[in-house]
């Protein structure tokens, strides 16, 4: 089993870097397969809308607090454990980790002292994998590999079972060998699963960027066209026929510096055989519709505002207009709190089960989440 584990793990190295890469706008042209010339490698340029659409949702995703069935008001007890985690912070990195890769977890531990809050922590999918239970959709057993040395390969792994966590080490010459284990015997996998985009056939979650990576793709090889243009083509260029080198020489007789050429310094020749002619510069708009064309796209796949891609009409739209716009986004942020809020209220019975208290007491838990449409003061008053 933790062979097996630890295999999808390392499965999945490749594509989580890929998609790193993409909200990192670190993904590079050569990756798109454009081939540009030595000289003008240093234009390419990475338009990171993969990055500017995730952080769009998980800005409205904030957890304000876990109520229990039959309570108008925040359990004082499970609130006290979020805070004791610094789930405030933690919390937003793991709704961003799964917008971006799909899924994130949740582990839950003992406490140092019975006085003291469970020990919930928020993990990476890059070293962390599970199997979900097909009848109860939860979590039968996950991995999680870490490292306490320099190595830089992860040489520790803590194998969670419903019984019992397992905790191995890797050696050199014997592979994985088991270190520890904590018989807890509490019938529970003590991992949560924050996932997005579920779907029925497809449990372990998709990716948020997955409608806008090929769009930026193709927006950054116009931008990067756009960019060799403007240096090449779009100042007025001058050319010379009839001249000789040596009238590309100052008055003490020493070659001009290209660099002073290049910049329209050179004003007369003294040849007068020589003619000198201009080309317009060329028309750069094609680009730029281009590029306008590419974000209206992705306005429409992602329900991201227009003016969230940086083009609006001339006339400023009105706040009616604004909220309005931003329908989507705010019904789209939603959704992700009711997939996300399933995997912290498992989390919390989780949480529940480890501190002594029956979780069948948080059966109808639910997680208060802060509105995704940021209401002004007087439509909080009138409601």
């Known amino acids: 089993m ?23 706008g670190s993904r590079r042209l050569e990756a798109l397969g ?15 809308w993969p990055g500017m659409y995730v952080d769009a949702i998980e800005e409205r995703l904030d957890v304000e607090g876990f109520r229990l069935g039959g309570q108008d008001q925040a359990d004082d ?7 004791a985690n610094n789930l405030d912070e933690e919390s937003g990195m793991g709704h961003l980790d799964a917008l971006v890769h799909g899924k994130a977890y949740t582990c839950v531990g003992y406490p140092d002292s019975a006085d003291d809050a469970p020990v919930i922590t928020v993990e990476s999918s890059r070293y962390m994998a599970a199997t979900l239970d097909p009848r109860t959709r939860r979590v039968s057993e996950a991995v999680r590999l870490w490292d306490d040395s320099e190595v830089g390969i992860p040489q520790r792994a803590t194998l ?28 529970e996998t003590l991992v949560g699963l924050l996932v997005n985009r579920q779907r029925l056939a497809k449990r372990t979650g998709t990716t948020e960027m997955r409608d806008v990576m090929d769009l930026t793709d193709a927006a950054c090889r116009s931008i990067t066209n756009l960019q060799g243009a403007q240096e090449l083509l779009a100042v007025p260029q001058r050319f010379v026929t009839g ?26 020749l003294m040849n007068e055989n020589a003619k000198v002619f201009q080309l317009d510069g060329a028309d750069l708009r094609n680009f730029t519709e281009v590029l306008r064309m590419y974000a209206q796209l992705g306005s429409g796949l992602t329900g991201l505002p227009a003016h969230y891609w940086g083009f609006t009409s001339d006339n400023p739209a009105s706040a009616d207009a604004i909220r309005s716009s931003e329908s989507r986004l705010v019904k789209k942020s939603e959704r992700k709190q009711r997939g996300f809020g399933g995997g912290w209220e498992q989390t919390q019975r989780l949480g529940m089960l480890v501190a002594g208290r029956d979780p069948r007491d948080a059966a109808r838990l639910e997680t208060v989440w802060r509105d995704p449409a940021t209401p002004t003061y007087a439509a909080r008053a009138d409601a």
């Open 160 to 187: 969670y079972l419903p019984h019992a966590n397992v905790y191995w080490r890797r050696d050199r010459y014997e592979g994985w060998i088991e270190d520890d284990r904590d018989d807890h015997n509490l019938g």
């Open 34 to 48: 454009l081939a540009l010339p030595p000289e003008l490698e240093d234009l390419a340029t990475v338009i990171n």
């Open 2 to 24: 933790l062979a097996r584990l630890v295999r999808d793990v390392d499965d999945r190295i490749r594509g989580w870097k890929r998609l790193e890469a993409y909200y990192d």
């Open 77 to 83: 007890e499970l609130w006290g454990w979020w805070q």
């Open 243 to 268: 001249a000789t080198e040596g009238d590309f020489v100052d008055e003490n007789g020493d070659p001009i510096p290209a660099w002073e050429a290049y910049l329209g310094r050179l004003q007369a």
